[in-house]
């Protein structure tokens, strides 16, 4: 392990498997983002893997599935999941969520909504006493293409300080598009003292997608600590 933040992820990863993982799975659902490569690294290591079929989140975490020699599925063939396993960009003591810095927010809510169980696995960095205090970015926002400058407007209208349309960078002139061919938009709205209010109001948003607020869809977040521990956080 190259940092005991490395070896910690590592931990909480395995620790959330082992804790969590059903007896007679047979459905899993695998999300992205640095810890969750640990989380496929376990599952990948049990005897029955032969025995359940992994649903992944989008690009990365297929790329996970395969190569940790497990079964690949899709979500429209296998829509009842056992559990799902995923990351977060920040978490609250509440257990809301925000995702969708790697821009895979609908199909991670998709897994995680069709998930009996839904666990979080991060490091450190993503604890947080309100969500919007250390994620900074802002709120990822999936939408249809030719809403963005309405859409913008409206989320104006409703509070955000900032909304930024998310570019490709270096890699590709003009703007992210995501798995699902859409637009993200990154809505800053500061501390967000109400996050499924908020949800709700940008969801209600012609144009909108879905939002990377999940509220009330995690059961315990497992993170990696600076100091190499583990803390889980439940509801």
Known sequence: MSSPVESAKKLAAYRAVDENFPENA????????????YVAERIGQLKNKDSFTCIPTGFQSKQLIIDNGLKLGAIE???????????????????????GGGACLF??????????????V???RKESKKLGESWRQG???????????????????????????????KAKAGPVITDNNNFLLDADFGEIEDPEKLHVQIKLLVGVVDTGLFTQMASKAYFGEESGEVTLWKV
């Open 122 to 124: 991060a490091d450190y």
């Open 77 to 99: 063939q296998f829509p009842d999941i056992d559990i799902a396993f995923d990351g977060a960009d920040e978490v609250d003591p509440q257990l809301n969520l925000i995702k």
């Open 26 to 37: 047979k459905v899993i659902g695998i999300g992205s983002g640095s810890t969750v490569i």
């Open 139 to 169: 709120v990822p926002i999936e939408i249809v293409p030719n809403s963005y400058a309405k859409v913008t407007q409206a989320l104006y209208a409703l509070g955000a300080k900032k909304v930024d349309l998310r570019q490709g960078g």
């Open 107 to 120: 199909q991670e809510k998709l897994v995680a909504a069709a998930a009996k169980k839904f666990i979080v």
